[in-house]
């Protein structure tokens, strides 16, 4: 005991040994020395530990507790944490809509989306009809709910985590929904439906299906459809919509549920729910009676085919068909400069796009002679891509927060496409959009033989990657632009795979062709006078030879070095360098500090007299 009161002894004697030393150091004559370490002391409090400090005071930096729904939530959906820092996908509550589309049919998924068909180049025509299935706990319940888009797969994932008012016992059921709709079936929208309820107690879920909404030329029966398990009672609706100056014939048809669900204890319930849509092109007034019973049947025979596979083939069947578009793709480094077009939004654009654009390379109902007609299309990209860059076309990247502003962006996308040489692309589907689309983001253009890279060498202040160009049927290039150490960029090109020789020359083609292979060859960047493209890919040595005496060029030379304030900008977001403007300002503030120090130093040094020294009196000196 006597221990422990000496040790306090001590303890308070060196505290109040610490007080008399800085009360005497703070006595008489304060030094200027003195006065400008407490203010460096002071503005460094400030700025970097006063705000961590007030954030511990107030209990700001403790972890919020999470709740048995959040965390069933978090396990749930951790499986698309690479999907996410990918940026091959994206979340709700962000500035994107979680959407599904195979140029067929699309929608947004929440419970009150309605169905959309093609008008012109977007699905933009509503059909009065809400297709997707929501659960939810009867009775009074709490719910954690989180939806993630896949953009590798084509697929909206919705978990819910379901539990009873103050769940404190870690019983939680999920529900993990799966919606996509079908790329080799087009007339099918597939929900996949997942109940697991761990806990000890059977619940019972209610089901709920909007359907029509507001329909008012809708007539609805039932059909039975043979499923796998035998004939399931199918509702079929039939009705007509608007589009333009024509009427358009839509048929839906759609499993009939019961209005609740039973998952007994430590049991998992699955329901496979399909949606066929069929529907006409626009009609007159005088045709919409007769198409009523074709598009009916259209619907069911959906249904049927893609009941007739299993679901798991189903599921890849789909995604076998979104991996194989995104075999060719675009990369670029990240930019921190404002109003810079990044990977997560380019990504999401270019998801959005390919959703409201069919496969018809891949349909079932695409007949040898009709995918030979479509081969031809995506082999012929003369002339592709003719415009600007589209990474420079700011009507391009207007912003993707709602379902009409995504069919803007769409719609002005293929137009652009189109109008700029690539509609033969376009017109063999979604594998000959994203062809186009990454010719035309780096400013890439197939021409007279050859393909040409046309970009501004002021412009490559940012890493390109363009991967698996098509050059014909069975050769892809690969091209990259790398910014290097002393600020200039190059150009790396390699062929994936080949059926002859390729040669590449750089601006100019003044030198000899340089054969291409598996090994990425380097070229240098040229800047022309006039200016003319950078690089040149070509299978005809002769042709490539040829160019240099069809390329009028004044001048050519190595482009100049990059500015490196302007490198800063995209790799920091700051003109200063890499780092935090409030260093900066610290710095600045510490610097002016002591240059009036300085020179209140000197000024009382020479200028003075002995009566002006400046001088803090102690409060005993007016006793």
């Given at each position: 005991?006597?221990?422990y009161?000496?040790l ?7 505290i ?22 407490i203010?460096?002391?002071v503005?460094?409090?400030?700025l970097?530990?006063?705000?961590g ?22 396990d ?6 690479g999907?996410?820092?990918?940026m ?39 059909v009065?009809y ?9 009775g ?10 896949d ?23 999920s ?18 439906i ?16 909007l ?18 398990e ?31 669900i039973?998952v007994?204890?430590r ?64 990369g ?16 999401a ?25 479509l ?72 021409s ?6 046309n ?5 490559l ?14 050769t ?37 062709p340089v ?58 977001g ?10 900066w300002f610290s ?17 009382n ?19």
């Amino acid at each position: 005991i006597h221990f422990y009161k000496s040790l306090n002894g001590l303890i308070m004697n060196d505290i109040v040994e610490v007080g008399r030393r800085l009360k005497r150091s703070l006595d008489g004559y304060i030094t200027y020395r003195k006065a400008g370490a407490i203010m460096v002391v002071v503005v460094v409090f400030f700025l970097y530990l006063g705000p961590g400090a007030v954030r511990w005071i107030l209990g700001r930096d403790q972890r919020p507790q999470v709740s048995p729904l959040q965390q069933c939530l978090r396990d749930k959906l951790g499986r698309f944490q690479g999907v996410l820092d990918s940026m091959n996908g994206h979340s709700d509550g962000g500035k994107l809509i979680s959407y599904v589309g195979n140029g067929y049919i699309g929608l947004t998924v929440t419970p009150n989306s309605q169905i959309n068909i093609k008008s012109k180049r977007t699905l933009s025509v509503p059909v009065q009809y809400k297709p997707l299935v929501h659960l939810s706990l009867e009775g009074e319940g709490e719910e954690e709910v989180g939806q993630v888009t896949d953009y590798l797969t084509g697929v909206v994932t919705q978990v819910q985590c379901l539990g009873e008012q103050d769940t404190g016992g870690g019983e939680v059921v999920s529900v993990t929904t799966s919606v996509y709709s079908h790329r080799t079936v087009p007339g099918v929208l597939v929900q996949d439906i997942k109940i697991h309820n761990p806990g000890a107690r059977t619940v019972q879920l209610a089901v709920e299906k909007l359907g029509i909404a507001q329909w008012e030329t809708a007539k609805s029966f039932t059909r039975v459809i043979e499923h796998g398990e035998g004939g399931i009672k199918y509702g079929v609706v039939t009705g007509v919509v608007e589009s333009g100056d024509k009427k358009v014939v839509v048929a839906v048809a759609s499993k009939r549920l019961s209005s609740s669900i039973e998952v007994k204890s430590r049991m998992t319930h699955s329901l496979h729910l399909l949606t066929g849509v069929a529907y006409s092109e626009g009609l007159e007034e005088d045709q919409v009676d007769g198409s009523r019973g074709a598009m009916e049947k259209e619907a069911v025979a959906a249904v049927s085919a893609a009941a007739a596979m299993t679901w798991q083939k189903l599921l890849d069947s789909h995604t076998d068909v979104w991996k194989k578009l995104w075999t060719s793709g675009f990369g670029i480094s990240h930019s921190y400069a404002e109003g810079a077009i990044n990977g997560d939004r380019i990504n999401a654009t270019m998801y959005y796009v390919l959703s409201q654009t069919p496969t018809p390379l891949h349909s079932a109902h695409t007949t040898t002679s009709m995918k030979s007609e479509l081969q031809g299309y995506l082999s012929y990209t003369e002339g592709c891509y003719s415009g600007i860059r589209t990474l420079q076309a700011s009507n391009l990247w207007t912003p993707l927060t709602s379902l009409n502003k995504v069919d803007t962006v769409v719609s002005y996308w293929l137009l652009n496409l189109e109008k700029n040489g690539c509609h033969n692309l376009i017109k063999a589907g979604a594998d000959g959009v994203i062809q186009a689309m990454v010719l035309s983001l780096p400013g890439l253009k197939f021409s007279n033989h050859h393909l040409e890279l046309n970009v501004h060498p002021k412009e490559l202040h940012r890493d390109l990657t363009v991967r698996r160009v098509n050059y014909g049927n069975e050769t892809h290039v690969n091209i990259s632009l790398n910014v290097m150490e002393d600020n200039r960029a190059a150009i790396f090109v390699s062929l994936d795979k080949r059926n002859r020789d390729y040669y590449a020359c750089d601006a100019g083609c003044l030198d000899p062709p340089v054969k291409l292979g598996l090994t990425p060859q380097q070229f240098p960047v040229k800047l022309t006078e006039p200016v003319t493209s950078i690089l040149y890919v070509t299978a005809d040595h002769e042709h490539m030879n040829d160019l240099k005496h069809t390329i009028h060029v004044v001048e050519v030379g190595e482009a100049p070095a990059h500015e490196q304030h302007v490198l800063e900008l995209h790799r920091t977001g700051a003109r200063l360098g890499g780092l935090h403007p409030l260093f900066w300002f610290s710095i600045a503030t510490i610097i002016v500090i002591f240059h009036l120090f300085l020179f209140r130093l000197i000024y009382n040094e020479y200028c003075a007299g002995p009566n002006e020294k400046y001088r803090i009196r102690k409060y005993s000196d007016y006793g």
